[in-house]
């Protein structure tokens, strides 16, 4: 006969009521964040890609242009899980740099490193929900594995929309 340990059954019916009403309750915070400092294997690839230009103008366009999925940067993180529960990360990550630094003036150079700070801090962000999600299901046995991965999916276009990708943490390249 299975018998269901107490956490895995409020988690199921936490997941359940989420799923009827939209959003999720303070209680499936609890369960979600219940593991986030348990260590998980992680894979973290990081790529650039050059953009050029000698005005903010022209580099924001660069970005817009070659950012991937039309983004400035972008964030990828995909959880696995195996049927025996053995949970595993994996992120990437993808940035502009100045294609040509040395033909950048200095003024120009200095902005474009202070919003590419921003810019990689509000991608930790998403790093870390990403870290939260594979958390979230090793806390959970892996039992319900997918509807935490929509959650978390769901808290990373949440986080983009609040933050206007990064815009209000002052991921910005003014003139």
């Known amino acids: 006969m299975w018998r ?29 964040n219940k593991a986030s400092s348990a260590p998980l294997p992680e894979s973290l690839f990081e790529s650039t890609y050059a953009v050029y230009g000698k005005t903010a103008e022209a580099l924001r366009h660069q970005m817009s242009a070659r ?7 972008y964030t990828n993180w995909t959880v696995r899980w195996s049927r025996d529960c053995h949970v595993s990360l994996r992120i990437s990550l993808r ?10 003036p200095a003024a120009l150079r200095a902005r474009f490193d202070t919003m590419l700070r ?12 990403g870290r939260s999600a594979a958390a979230a299901i090793a806390a959970a046995h892996c039992v319900g594995a997918n509807a935490i991965i929509q959650y978390w999916a769901e808290q990373d276009d949440i986080y983009d929309r609040q933050t206007d990708h990064g815009a209000t943490q002052g991921a910005v390249l003014a003139e």
């Open 4 to 32: 269901a340990r107490p956490a895995l059954v409020l988690l199921l019916l936490v997941l359940t009521a989420t799923a009827s009403i939209g959003a999720p309750p303070a209680t499936l915070h609890k369960v979600i």
């Open 67 to 73: 950012g991937p999925h039309g983004y400035w940067a």
């Open 95 to 104: 940035l502009p740099r100045l294609g040509n630094p040395a033909s950048v």
């Open 118 to 129: 921003h810019l990689r801090r509000h991608e930790d962000g998403h790093m870390q929900n």
